[in-house]
């Protein structure tokens, strides 16, 4: 990109936010004059949702599952309450749902009507998570879907969509990974991707470059 | 109500694109915009369901061609108005020019963000024994409310199994509409790909809905 194309990008972008920007802006002004929000309160928001949730917590909860069966069984039983029970791992609300993948099935997460998805588990969802290729298509062209992230099943696993339509959250129970026998769920882990947790993706597989 | 935003099954919006190590917020304004979605909802003026039922009730054009935080602010801003939280002279002014309206908690401080990184709890006293069991046939009823609900367009009509049962929980077509909770039994109902998108579809398909037992009548 020359200089030039990229000065005139800046500007438009800029142009074109600082509208939104000015509106947010004074909306905030608008609330925090009426007394209705401390901006110190708003930065703890964004502060804690930048620090205390992310895929990191999943991730967790994956290893934890492929290293402990009483574990994993009580996770599929009640994921609420088998998380409860790690304390490193962020709180974490009602209503969450572990689905397990098997070479049979393979599960997939949407939230066709909107966004819904388990962030205490894996941060706040990305956009494309959001948007409206994923939510249309992921309940009518899975396997369309997945390709979009370079990811192919046999052809004769079922693939299964789970519609978040209510405040019951899903995170999927990837495959663990051969060649990881032995490892620890520290070590394990690592191999867990955001993308694994919602079924668009699979775990890492040892030794491949990240 | 049948919006834009009950995208399940549409064609025609291409690829999905997910972008290498995106940021958790895009701009400054995002993060400002979430944080005060989740400020005034915990203060009290508004509930999740009543907060999603203002983002679909946007424009479909205007849904269609905002981000998903935009969404967020212009959704927020026509609630608040709405609701008298804010007036549209506050709106112009770019400060308060009106007097505050109570909330029901109370302002938001520093002391209440700990409580909202939990998610809210929506299990409620079942009011009736449940109507259906897993393992029974359901149809999606074929109901088009103009108001919010959480039963998507592509299963009315349609028959499945009930798979789970949830307990009761608040409903959210009440709720949205701060008619009260009006707490209803919750399922998982599981179709068949088949079921839902005819013949050609592809037989290893299923698909589940999470399904209040309003949306459902026995087969």
Known sequence: MSDHDHDHHHDHDH?????????????????????????????????????KIGPHNGAQVVA???TDPAF????????????????????????LVAVENTPQRHNVIVCTLCSCYPWEMLGLPPVWYK??????????????????????????????VWDSTAETRFLVLPMRPEGTEGWSEQQLAELVTRDSMIGTGFPKTPGAPS | MNGVHDMGGMDGFGKVEPEPNEPMFHTEWEARVLAMVRAMGAAGAFNIDTSRFYREALPPHVYLSSSYYKKWFLGLEDLLVDKGFIAPEDVAAGHAVQPP??????????????????????GRTAPAPAKFKPGELVRARNIHPATHTRLPRYVRGH????ERDHGCHVFPDS?????????????????????????????????????????????
Do not use: C
């Open chain 2, 175 to 219: 709720a949205a509409m701060e008619a009260g909770e009006n707490p209803q039994w919750l399922y998982t109902v599981v179709f068949d790909g088949t079921e839902l998108w005819g013949p050609d579809a592809d037989p290893t398909v299923r698909v589940s809905i999470d399904a209040f037992e309003p949306y459902l009548e026995a087969v």
């Open chain 1, 72 to 95: 994993k069984r009580a996770l599929l039983e009640d994921a609420t309450k088998a998380v409860s029970t790690l304390g490193h791992v962020s709180r974490v609300g009602d209503h």
């Open chain 1, 131 to 160: 948007a409206a290729p994923y939510r249309s298509r992921a309940v009518k062209d899975p396997r369309g879907v997945l390709a979009d992230f370079g990811v192919s099943l046999p052809k004769e696993t079922e693939v299964r």
């Open chain 2, 101 to 122: 309206k109570p909330l029901k908690r109370g302002k938001f401080t520093v002391n209440d963000v700990e409580r909202i990184m939990v998610r809210g709890k929506f």
């Open chain 2, 159 to 162: 028959v499945g199994v009930v």
């Open chain 1, 64 to 66: 934890k599952a492929w």
């Open chain 1, 15 to 51: 142009s074109e936010l600082s509208e939104t920007e000015l509106r947010v802006r004074a909306l905030e002004t608008i609330l925090t004059e009426k007394g209705y929000v401390e901006p110190a309160a708003l930065d703890a928001i964004i502060q804690a949702y930048e620090t």
